[in-house]
């Protein structure tokens, strides 16, 4: 038995639809459930100018705005660059009403997002859905996440995650199908995406190239070619 049929009988096969809804519904509330007080208190440290101060987010005129200014819009330390985040902050503040349980109420579905991603990462590498699912639980309710939670400029972290664990979920193919070109697109596509909502996200690139050139079951030529494009 080779490398490549190895693999595929270590992949757990995947649950329905319907199964997958249920557990980010169950982690979506879990989360609320630890975090939901947060919505009843006001802005605090960062929070203060990103979100209660700051006009640019407040209205949809500054979607052209947020593109064209660093992070701190000149009002503190340059040389960070997240206008696909704060676009992000546009969509809470200026298309949710602005409250401070709306971008709280986000945070927790991308958090329950990620925590549904990790389930399905658990998955392929071979645990049972029995113990993926206690697994993403895990991980939603870990206090290593507390901070990202609290406070809203920690939708950084949050969804920089949500686009790094689904740019490795595509770069690890179903070990019984060859590497399909749109999924070597779409990771790239996430990857670079990923850079405009936190720095950290060339790392996340760098993961998911790794994984692509480590995958056995995939032929050497075609996952260096992956890897190299997702590198670059």
Known sequence: MDNATDMRHAETPAPGAGRWAALAAAYFLAILAAYGRIGEFPW???DTFHFAANPTVRSWRGLGAVWAASYWEGL???????????????????GLGGGRWAVLLVSVALHALNAVLVAALALKSGAPFLFAAPGGLWFALHAANAEAIAFGVGQGEIASLTLALGAL?????????????WRIAACVALTLANCFVKEHAYAAGAVCATALAA?????????????SAIAA
Request: no cysteine; net charge positive; charged share 20%.
């Open 44 to 46: 605090l440290l960062d």
């Open 169 to 181: 979920l595509l770069a690890l193919p179903p070990m019984d199908k060859p590497l399909a070109a």
């Open 76 to 94: 503190g330390p340059d040389g960070l660059y997240r206008p696909l985040l704060k676009t992000l902050w546009i969509g809470e503040i200026a």
């Open 215 to 227: 995958n056995a079951a995939i032929p050497a030529r075609r996952r260096l070619a992956a890897a």
